[in-house]
């Protein structure tokens, strides 16, 4: 057996030994013995911090989700929130995914049984609200129950610094330490509800804190007088919460800025953590829109929203040239986003100086054009939104930039400075804000995405992913990196390689990542980059042609030749 075979095996024969696991999970793991696959990806590893936080599937194991692991994460981040602050608070919200209020819950006793004030809502909210809410409470921390578009085997565990934003690796790397530190379950710290209540340590959130979210969101529409003037009523949505927390603030504020017309897809508007009518609750996924689009084709919509489980992501799909309808990637949707937003301040003149747009490494370089076309300035962080987040506190701090939009391509963004994190609420605002905007002078989103494809280039992008599970499959994603890292190609599809970006060791100011990033000669690009959330190693292409169908053609030859060598090792 290998060595982290028994390694794993002595962790399962331990959680088995402990008096601290209850007897359902000692009879949950029973039923696997002899089974050496299953115990070694169940306790292979632990759990640790990634672009997420904590995050795996559900199920007992040191290497799963479950009420232990939750609960020593959270007494780690109880110890450091203790030692940050005199007076500690921490604000808990949790998605739609099953026991996900469980493990709230779990985590706001933890937590108080340290003496750390939790503030925990009543039901499902969005993730961003959550990061609003640690900043407009003051509260030390926050944490989110979510596996955000994950299958529904997942769930997961984000944590929050002081301004909303999700920790940064130093950060993170104190609460793993605090973790780490923590050697039995029997440390975790816990009191009953009743007595954490009693002891005004658990306090509950609800109506008025959403009301104030609502307010704020709705406040960064830039044409709500335009709306209520009758452009609202006249564009058809469709929206489709898939199975999340996005139903009640999504439609509240489009209601709230004048966009009334709005159709909620039936099948997906209540809760159901299984997502019970697509195969991923995932908007960047045309499937996940299918009854979306069979309403959308009903009710003429001119505009398709979707938003995943925890409401920090959002799709949208427009009809083409031709009448169909095509769902936006994440590039095209934000790259809309930046013209609509940058452009109609511009207008008005009420465009800062020192405005800036900050993307992600592995965003298009459309977005970042049409900015800088703009006056505007262009940063761009390492993938995570955490470190867009970083970027805004900063700028709040020493007051050199004004945000004004954040997103990266993997359907997350935001406008307003109310949050520090992706904001599927705001998004869907926006986006239909725009396309209401564009069908006022008689153009479709997809009409504006040519007109800006034909000023700033025909950029396209596309993502393959390969999925490794288990210890196998972290072995197959670190020889893949290697590969790469270690024998750079000359040339790819017939492109010369002009340079290579290695961000492992830290490029650009930027903290160390694994990540590798490929410059062509003809200004073409494709990145390497392990998942920080799932078991995947994520392959990124973007090119610049000089016609649509030119750019399809390139990013297509590009793609096969880049993941015939990365299938090879896979």
């Not at 209540?197 to 306090?203: A, I, V, Y």
């Not at 004004?404 to 406008?415: H, I, K, P, V």
């Not at 002009?498 to 073409?524: H, M």
């Amino acid at each position: 057996m290998l060595k982290m075979n028994q390694l794993a095996v002595e962790r399962y024969e331990a959680w088995l030994a402990d008096p601290s696991i209850d007897a359902a999970t000692k009879e949950e793991l029973a039923a696997i013995r002899g089974n050496d696959k299953e115990i070694e990806d169940r306790f292979y590893r632990e759990l640790e911090f990634g672009t997420g936080g904590l995050r795996g599937v559900m199920g007992a194991g040191t290497n799963r989700l479950n009420v232990y692991t939750v609960g020593k994460a959270t007494q780690g981040l109880a110890d450091w929130t203790v030692a940050k602050s005199s007076k500690p608070s921490v604000v808990i919200a949790h998605d739609s995914r099953n026991n996900s209020p469980e493990f709230a819950l779990e985590s706001a006793l933890v937590l108080a049984a340290n003496g750390v004030t939790a503030y925990l809502f009543q039901s499902l909210r969005p993730t961003p609200q959550l990061s609003y809410a640690v900043r407009a409470l003051g509260a030390t921390s926050g944490v989110v129950i979510t596996a955000s578009h994950n299958p529904p085997e997942y769930n997961g565990y984000k944590a929050y610094g002081s301004d909303g934003c999700q920790l940064v690796p130093a950060d993170a790397a104190q609460v793993i330490g605090a973790i780490k530190a923590i050697t039995g379950f029997d440390q975790v710290k816990r009191i009953s509800r009743e007595e954490a209540e009693s002891k005004g340590l658990l306090r509950w959130l609800g109506d008025a804190e959403d009301r104030e979210y609502i307010r704020t969101v709705a406040a960064q529409s830039l044409n709500s007088t335009l709306l209520k003037g009758g452009l609202g009523q006249d564009l058809s949505v469709v929206y489709t919460p898939l199975h999340g927390a996005g139903n009640m603030p999504v439609r509240e504020v489009l209601k709230e800025a004048g966009l009334t017309n709005v159709h909620i897809v039936p099948e997906q508007e209540q809760p159901d953590g299984y997502f019970s009518t697509v195969k991923s609750p995932n908007p960047e996924e045309r499937e996940a829109f299918t009854l979306a689009i069979k309403l959308g084709q009903e009710v003429n919509a001119d505009i398709i929203i979707g938003t995943d489980p925890d409401c920090d992501r959002m799709g949208a799909v427009v009809r083409n040239n031709e009448g169909e309808f095509v769902v936006l990637t994440g590039n095209q949707s934000g790259a809309i986003m930046v013209n609509y937003l940058l452009g109609t301040l511009k207008e008005r003149g009420q465009l800062p100086a020192n405005g800036v747009v900050v993307k992600t490494i592995v965003t298009s370089e459309m977005g970042g054009d049409i900015a800088s076309s703009y006056g505007a300035e262009v940063v761009n962080t390492l993938t995570g939104f955490k470190y867009i987040g970083e970027k805004m506190t900063q700028y709040e701090q020493t007051g050199d930039h004004t945000f004004l939009f954040g997103y990266e391509e993997s359907y997350g963004y935001l406008a307003g400075t109310y949050a520090r994190d992706k904001d599927a609420v705001v998004a869907s605002l926006l986006i239909c804000e725009a396309a209401a905007y564009y069908k006022s002078q008689g153009k479709t989103l997809y009409d504006v995405l040519l007109e800006l494809y034909a000023q700033h280039g025909y950029y396209m992008e596309h993502l393959e992913s390969r999925t490794l599970k288990g210890v196998d499959g972290v072995q197959q994603i670190a020889a893949i990196m290697q590969d790469w890292r270690n024998n750079p190609p000359t040339e790819v599809a017939g492109v010369r390689l002009q340079q290579v970006l290695d961000y492992l060791p830290g490029l650009d100011g930027l903290p160390s990542e694994n990540v590798l990033k490929y410059l062509l000669e003809d200004g073409s690009w494709f990145c390497l980059r392990p998942s920080g959330t799932e078991p995947k190693i994520k392959v990124y292409f973007a090119v610049r042609g000089q016609s649509l169908d030119g750019a399809k053609a390139a990013i297509q030859s590009l793609t096969e030749n880049v993941m015939k060598r990365v299938d090879s090792k896979a």
